[in-house]
């Protein structure tokens, strides 16, 4: 099947920094790509969804402004975890998509802050 | 708004089957999905039922109905390994793409 590789897939970082998170489709080009969390024993909640050369649209109750997601290209985007606090410590995961097909996740990324 | 609803816990024999099953209501939709995901890992996919009816894949199979807003996940002869999450997730193919999941059921399997 198609290869989303998402990266970094652990990251700690301090309190009030800013972490990016990049998501690239490796074998086709996506022309969506959603970007999720997950808390622990919880499933994945939809953060935003982005299109190719538009801005993301997000779901109620997420900031736009402290979680930056930029999708410059079919084969990449980038979440970006703007100050980030310790109850943005989750599980994020990226997933894609070219056209109705199944959606292709990446390998997540653990985000710490302390 | 959108509900997708499946059993939160589940606990079966090694070599019995069970079913998940999943319900939604959403405002639109363009196929259902399963999900497998391990903990600590991300999802894996089983299978994407697009039309009505049974599709079969090895010990995994999965049902839909549209009409009745229904699905589930069969599997047989369950293995300690199919121990999971499993996650039901809609594909909402309209002006805003987008493709939101149930709450997941974690699946437990014993000797």
């Known amino acids: 099947g198609a290869v989303v590789s998402q990266h970094p897939s652990r990251v700690i970082c301090k309190s009030g920094t800013s972490v990016k998170i990049e998501c690239r489709s490796l074998?086709?080009?996506?022309?969506?790509m959603f970007w999720y969390r997950q808390f622990p024993k919880q499933s994945l909640m939809l953060m935003a969804t982005s299109n190719e050369g538009s801005k993301a649209t997000y779901e109620q109750g997420v900031e736009k402004d402290k979680f930056l997601i930029n999708h410059a290209s079919l084969t990449l985007s980038t979440l970006t975890v703007t100050s980030a606090h310790p109850e943005d410590s989750s599980f994020y995961i990226c997933s894609a998509i070219s056209g109705d097909t199944e959606a292709f996740f990446g390998q997540g990324t653990r985000l710490t802050v302390v | 708004g959108q509900n997708i609803d499946q059993p939160t816990e589940m606990t079966a024999t090694e070599g019995a089957i069970v079913q998940i099953n999943c319900t939604y209501q959403t405002s639109g939709f363009n196929g259902l999905f399963w999900y497998q995901q391990h903990a600590g890992e991300a999802p894996t996919f089983l299978s994407y039922?697009?039309?009505?009816g049974l599709e079969e894949k090895g010990r995994f199979s999965s049902f839909l109905s549209r009409s009745k807003g229904y699905s589930y996940l069969l599997l047989k002869e369950l293995q300690m390994k199919d121990s999971a999450s499993y996650l039901c997730a809609v594909a909402l193919y309209s002006s805003a793409s987008k493709i939101i999941f149930g709450s997941g059921t974690r699946l437990s399997i014993r000797p």
């Open positions: 074998d086709f080009q996506a022309t969506t």
């Open positions: 039922n697009v039309l009505d």
